[in-house]
């Protein structure tokens, strides 16, 4: 297992096409990782290519569109 150095809280992003809002957090890794996040509607939200690689986890769904009842 590798070991992480430092996690970060880096607070809620929402997807812009979906509106499904995240919580995110940042690990520190001593190696560099080359990976993407994309939400579940298919939008790619990030991609990275560094030591500090974020996670992302589903707090709310998306919103709906259309006319209210």
């Known amino acids: 297992m590798v070991k992480t ?3 970060a809280n ?3 992003e929402a997807c812009e096409k979906c509106g499904r809002v995240y919580r995110v957090q940042v690990t520190r890794f001593p190696m560099r990782d080359k990976d993407s996040f994309e939400c579940a509607c298919g939008h790619r ?3 990275w290519n ?3 690689v974020p ?3 589903l707090i709310s769904g998306p919103k709906k569109e259309g006319p209210e009842v």
């Open 10 to 12: 880096r607070g809620e």
């Open 45 to 47: 939200m990030n991609s």
């Open 50 to 52: 560094d030591t500090h």
């Open 55 to 57: 996670s992302y986890e």
């Open 5 to 7: 150095w430092t996690t």
